[in-house]
């Protein structure tokens, strides 16, 4: 089956510390996203990648990190740097370049204690 | 930045109705999605509509990208159309693929 996966589906952790989220597709898309959703909210951009060992900073990328090692994996490390890191996570990936679909992961659900 | 305003912010209807759901933008844009989030969260992809007509079963869409604006129709609306639907634009050139969301219109199709 080709598509997205994010793991874990609902995380907890207690303020202060580091959590990471994982995104993986098998679709051999290029370009990778990770955004976040707040209740009632539309989705806003928190970084992306265009190939692999690049990437660059979205419109809310302070508290947060990525790496993008491989083609296939983006994580996205929440760190204590982050002061409202309760929301819903969503990755997404599409082809490279101009005019192109993006298509999205199930999402994670991050719990802040 | 380019703004996104969808319009109306939330619908009720009685199954078997028709509605159309609205995305103005206030800048040209290269790309525009529709999107349809489910209870669960998961964003399904409706339609990839930058410019022109589509159709698929019940869903037809339509931007207008000289005046800025996307129309999302619904015909003989069901339950499981329930949900929030999302209209996305990516902006400019060499902007890497980032889109910019509306708000949302959240759907709720009674029985």
């Known amino acids: 089956d080709g598509g997205i996966t994010q793991s874990p589906k609902y995380l907890f952790r207690k303020e202060g510390q580091n959590v990471t989220l994982s995104c993986e597709q098998n679709?051999?898309?290029?370009?990778m996203y990770w955004y976040r959703q707040d209740p009632g909210q539309g989705l806003r951009l928190i970084y992306y990648?265009?190939?692999?060992?690049?990437?660059q900073k979205g419109d809310i990328a302070e508290g947060y990190s990525v790496s993008r090692e491989k083609k296939e994996s983006f994580p996205l490390t929440v760190t204590s740097a982050q002061k409202n890191p309760t929301a819903f996570y969503l990755c997404a990936s599409s082809i490279a370049g101009l005019l192109n679909e993006q298509f999205f992961g199930p999402g994670t659900r991050l719990t802040v204690l | 930045g380019i703004q996104v305003e969808q319009s109306p912010p939330d619908l009720i209807l009685q199954e078997g109705a028709n509605s159309t759901l609205r995305c103005n933008f206030s800048?040209?844009?290269?790309?525009l999605q529709w999107f349809h989030q489910n209870p669960w969260g998961q964003l399904i992809n409706l339609f990839y509509?930058?410019?022109g007509t589509k159709q698929n079963g019940r869903l037809s869409a339509t931007t207008v990208a000289t005046e800025r604006y996307s129309l999302l129709y619904i015909s003989s609306s069901q339950t499981t159309d329930s949900g929030v639907y999302f209209c996305a634009v990516e902006e400019g050139y060499n902007q890497g693929g980032k889109l910019i969301f509306g708000q949302g219109t959240e759907l709720s199709v009674k029985p």
């Open positions: 679709l051999n898309h290029d370009a």
């Open positions: 800048d040209s844009v290269n790309n």
């Open positions: 509509i930058p410019s």
């Open positions: 990648s265009q190939i692999v060992n690049d990437f």
